[in-house]
């Protein structure tokens, strides 16, 4: 796990962009896998930038949102699907036929998530995986004691993640869905590369969990400990619980 500490959001959120667009130019018809989430738009702001600029172009680009809320139509204003067109698709120039979110009203949603797994394999596995962190320690929806080698499936969300989540539903947390179609620790795990964002000292425990507690179940995002390839984006209050932070500073300036 590769530890990178910034002044301020906007700069984490800047090197996180550069690592996506080195990702694209790599390879045009990268696969993403995508987060919501107020962390997250700062780095879509940056991608959508470059974009404009002509430094990148998603036209190639396949996308795969990490969760959806159960019940919620694609055409209320708190849907991911909605978050992801006004922070992110309607301002790249992505193929909207390439952009997948899980369908939370789907009639049969265990089937439905299966075949979310399934579209996913099709397009070869996710390159690059974009992560946020619950204050509870969940990746995607994945709660506290979501099993390490789950798939995407159907998780109840924890009083706490609702709770975070209320300052989108008008600070009213009975308006926040109980349930969440999401992929798995295991599908999430599959990803090829993946980078975590986390602003704010509100997720400095989290984070300290994630990085240096042991793996468990209780902290879903201590799972990453078991991937090759992650890179971790804070600020300084999200890093502010790390014990090896000076550490982490030092690896980052010596990179080889
Ligand atoms: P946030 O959510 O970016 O809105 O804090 C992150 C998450 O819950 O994964």
């Known amino acids: 796990m590769e530890i990178i500490i910034s002044e301020n959001p906007s700069e984490a959120s800047a090197k996180a962009a550069e690592a996506v667009k080195m990702q694209i130019l790599a390879k045009r018809s990268s696969v993403l896998g995508l987060a919501t989430g107020g962390t997250v738009m700062g780095l ?85 995986q974009v992560l946020g962190i619950g204050s509870d320690g969940h990746i995607g929806f994945n709660e506290p004691s979501s099993s390490l080698g789950s798939r995407t499936r159907v998780k109840t969300l924890t009083e706490k993640t609702r ?47 994630m990085a240096e507690g042991p793996v468990t179940a209780t902290v879903p995002a201590s799972a990453l400990q078991l991937h090759p390839n992650v890179k971790v984006f804070l600020d300084e209050p999200a890093a502010s619980k790390l014990v090896n932070k000076a550490y982490y500073k030092y690896v980052y300036a010596n990179k080889p």
């Open 163 to 209: 709770a975070d989540n209320s300052r989108f539903f008008g600070g009213d947390i009975s308006k926040v869905p109980m349930h969440a179609v999401t992929m798995g620790i295991g599908t999430i795990l599959d990803s090829r590369e993946i980078l975590l964002l986390a602003f704010g000292e509100g997720k400095a425990e989290a984070v300290a969990r």
């Open 44 to 128: 879509y702001g940056k991608l959508a930038e470059m974009c404009g600029r002509g430094e990148v172009s998603f036209k190639k680009v396949s996308t795969f949102n990490l969760d959806e809320y159960v019940g919620m139509p694609a055409s209320d204003p708190n849907s991911y699907r909605s978050f992801m067109k006004k922070h992110l698709f309607s301002k790249i120039d992505v193929d909207p036929s390439n952009t997948h979110i899980p369908d939370g009203c789907a009639e049969n949603i265990r089937a439905y998530c299966v075949q979310y797994e399934n579209k996913i394999r099709l397009c070869g596995g996710i390159d690059l």
